[in-house]
């Protein structure tokens, strides 16, 4: 079905920044090469693509799907076929026909402005007939639950509600081979448990499937075999009688996540992790002195809907504290509120004693999107962290970049590293800032479990330099490692559902 035969390939100069950062397609360009890869896909089959940021994993995606060479240009050696074709020598149009991809960033695969037209966009694209697209739309909407999300802008959804889209895109085509990179980079544990129910239909239905993942445990029990690459070479493969077998210490020992299951990462009553409640902590309480108190937060569409209605909520100030919940909930638009990006924000911010309005917040707090890629603005990754800081200092700036593994590449164009160095270059211009107030959106999606280890200890040393940590996150591995309370959106925000 799928074969790579003694494939190397090297991007060409630039290219990550003209075409990858332009289109958007895929988060993975490192220092952009593979070396002497062998790799045979059955029809049918589920293998698990993971290993460090920037390893490769994409790279061989694009070259199954296509997009090299026809999008991303550089110098190959070896074959790749899919299907008996050769698909260095096919057109993307004839590719498409039988390989659907799933970026790990959905905005880049989007064509039209609202959902119901983008699921329609694939099918019209094969030429079907108007009645069988608006028959599959119907079936792929009932199956996945999509409801809620049709007829609606695509701007107005959260990540994750975008992510639903682009699987939904997928799943109408009917193609045989589907590729997905990095799908659960910005899920709730609802909604992971829900792609992986999805999966588990496709693999039923005799899909060929291969997954690009930092974050394996919700694959595990899915996936027939796990390759797993580093810096641009297979330097393993487990069996799934390995996979059965192979202990978590031994992940970690591989660079890999946890293969526990996403349930099992839950808060638990012996963790230190303190849950937060609108009447305060379960376990103890906050004084008002001692945290940072938001009243009648509220944020409206242009259209009238009601994103955000929180009547007060305390966060601790000098802690590192999560806020969690489902896609949609509200998290981000929190974010934005805090920082004074909300122009249709209402509401008071009150920090240790003084109010602040939302042009006053934005000297007093910095964030950190979950797109990087609209705060990367410089021509260099050592000039986005120097104009970060209050008074330039380029050895505090390249101290910081050692400390994020990024002094390597100071000199390089932001928009040409990997998705996960992109969120270490944004990380970094926050350290630089030195603001008291730092926010994080999804710091670790497509991070793999070094790189997350590490957000772990710069935020828990932002903590140690009194600064207040505030992370949105689904990522229950970071939770457990660094982050002192949780909250969960839904009990504060009167207009959502359940945590995830």
């Known amino acids: 079905m799928i074969e790579l035969k ?9 290219d990550g920044i003209e075409k990858g950062a332009a289109g958007g397609v895929g988060e993975e360009i490192s220092n952009g090469s593979l070396r002497g890869i062998n790799l045979s896909v059955a029809e049918g089959e589920f293998v698990l693509l993971t290993g460090g940021s920037g390893c490769g994993k994409t790279t061989i995606l694009r070259l199954i799907n296509g997009l090299i060479p026809n999008f991303f240009e550089g110098r190959i050696e070896g074959s790749v076929t899919v299907d ?24 880049s695969q989007f064509f039209n402005v609202d959902t119901t037209s983008e699921l329609a966009f694939a099918c019209e694209n094969q030429g079907m007939d108007e009645n069988e697209i608006l028959r599959r739309i119907e079936s ?26 682009a699987c939904a895109s997928v799943a109408v085509t009917g193609n045989k081979i589907i590729l997905l990179d990095e799908p659960s980079a910005n899920l709730d544990l609802r909604t992971i448990d829900e792609l992986a129910g999805l ?18 445990s919700y694959l595990w029990d899915l996936a027939d075999r796990t390759v797993i ?31 526990v299951g996403n349930k099992d990462l839950r808060v638990k009553p012996e963790d230190d992790i303190m849950p937060m409640s609108p009447s305060g902590l379960t376990r103890g309480s906050i004084q008002d002195d001692k945290s940072m108190v938001l009243q009648n937060f509220r944020y409206k569409y242009r259209n009238g809907y009601l994103a955000l209605n929180i009547p007060q909520m305390q966060i601790p100030v000098g802690k590192i504290t999560a806020i969690t919940g489902n896609n949609g909930d509200g998290k981000t638009t929190l974010l934005n509120c805090l920082c004074g990006l909300g122009k249709r924000s209402k509401g008071t911010l009150l920090y240790k004693g003084k109010s602040y309005k939302p042009r006053q917040r934005q000297k007093l707090i910095y964030f950190v999107m979950q797109d990087v890629n609209h705060q990367l603005f410089t021509e260099s990754v050592l000039d986005e962290v120097l104009i970060s800081q209050p008074e330039e200092n380029e050895e505090e700036a390249r101290r910081i970049l050692d400390s994020l593994d990024l002094e390597q590449f100071a000199d390089r164009h932001p928009q040409s590293l990997s998705g996960g160095q992109k969120q270490r270059v944004a990380v970094a211009s926050a350290i630089a800032s030195g603001r008291d107030i730092m926010l994080f959106d999804e710091p670790t999606s497509g991070l793999d479990y070094t790189h997350m280890l590490q957000i772990g200890e710069i935020l828990r040393s932002l903590k140690a330099q009194g600064k207040t940590v505030i992370v949105v996150t689904h990522d229950r591995e970071l939770i457990k490692e660094c982050c002192d309370e949780e909250i969960c959106l839904h009990e504060f925000n009167q207009i959502r559902s359940d945590c995830g």
Not at 199 to 216: C, F, M, N, Q, Y
């Open 199 to 216: 999966l588990k239909k496709w693999k039923s239905e005799g899909k060929t499937i291969i997954v690009a993942e930092h974050r394996i």
């Open 140 to 165: 792929t909407v009932r199956e996945l639950h999509l409801e809620p999300l049709m007829d609606r802008s695509l701007f107005n959804l959260s990540g994750g509600q975008k992510q639903k889209i």
């Open 6 to 14: 003694n494939v190397t390939f090297e991007y060409s100069a630039g």
């Open 229 to 259: 690459l580093k810096d641009g070479q297979i330097v393993r493969e487990l069996s799934r009688t390995q996979m059965d077998t192979i202990s978590e210490e031994k992940l970690h020992a591989l660079g890999l996540r946890t293969n």
């Open 84 to 107: 008996g074709f050769d698909v260095s020598h096919a057109e993307l149009y004839d590719t498409a026909k039988s390989v659907s991809t799933v970026f790990q960033n959905p905005r």
